[in-house]
């Protein structure tokens, strides 16, 4: 299944739809970690982010020629940081650049994202994606500044900023998409691909990265994973390439689709 999130047109209500072979939309429901259709027809309005997590997971420097243009080396154990849940954005919507507490650093990131089935605690690799409930694109989207001289060397309030997470197009289910380490994924800047990669290539597997998550500790249905960014981001070209109000980002990845975000700054009232 493939998972959209918009208001409908007819009642104005925020819903999760799946498009039927004649074109129509029918509205779905999640049950128990799976997602039902409820049998009531739907028309696409406003584009909606189409998970609304209740924690956003991040793997940093999870492939390893980005971790080489980010000054890091291989580590034993992933590296997790985390975005605030109220910097989702959907698909089509604009990613403003902070203007009250500026930046003038922000930059791209093209990612896979997991969404989490059901609560998991303690459990064995093997078994890990059996609580995925499904893949979209992510843009980790960060401010460099506040990220590495100006965040005490946390990187959540640099990556935590309104619209810097934007997820979509779709959600796509795990049985359309049995393994996530096959995936081909590219980031456009502009129509110009600036990252280009293969799933296979992470260092730290979606299995590997539930696994680790859920050691000791709870990770709860809708938790979002962001599972790390290859190299060609901004920061890393010379000289560095930051977002600039106009410019038009897309994430695609082979299987699930375009995400695509314009640019612009924030409007402070
Ligand atoms: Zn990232």
Excluded at 83 to 106: C, E, H, I, N, Y
Excluded at 157 to 184: A, Y
Excluded at 242 to 267: A, F, H, Y
Aim: glycine letters at 8%.
């Amino acid at each position: 299944m493939r998972i959209h999130a918009f208001e409908d047109q007819r009642t104005g209500k925020a819903v999760q739809a799946t498009k039927q072979p004649d074109g129509t939309w029918q509205e779905v429901e999640l049950q128990s970690g799976r997602f039902v259709a409820c049998g009531r027809h739907v028309t696409p309005g406003r584009s909606l982010p189409c998970v609304r997590p209740n924690a956003i997971f991040c793997a940093g420097v999870n492939y390893a020629d980005h971790a080489k243009e980010f000054g890091s080396h291989q580590q034993a154990h992933p590296t997790i940081f985390m975005k605030s849940p109220a910097s989702v954005a959907a698909d089509g919507q604009t990613v403003r650049l902070p203007r009250f507490l500026r930046s003038d650093k922000v930059d791209y990131e093209g990612e896979l994202a997991v969404v989490i089935a059901r609560d998991c605690r303690n459990i064995s690799r093997d078994l890990a994606l059996d609580y995925v409930l499904g893949y979209c694109c992510a843009n980790d989207v960060s401010a460099r500044d506040w990220q590495k001289d100006w965040g005490g060397s946390q990187w959540s309030r640099g990556k935590s900023f309104d619209t810097f997470c934007p997820l979509g197009p779709c959600l796509v289910t795990p049985d359309e998409l049995p393994d996530p380490q096959r995936l081909h994924l590219r980031f456009r800047l502009n129509g110009v691909v600036r990252q280009e990669a293969r799933t296979a290539s992470m260092q730290f597997t979606v299995a590997d990265l539930i696994t680790f998550l859920a050691g000791s500790s709870t990770l709860p249905a809708g938790a979002v994973i962001l599972t790390g960014s290859p190299a060609g981001v901004g920061m890393a070209q010379n000289p560095p390439l930051w977002l600039k109000p106009g410019d038009v980002m897309e994430v695609e990845i082979d299987g699930i689709g375009v995400l695509r975000n314009p640019v612009d700054e924030e409007i402070v009232a």
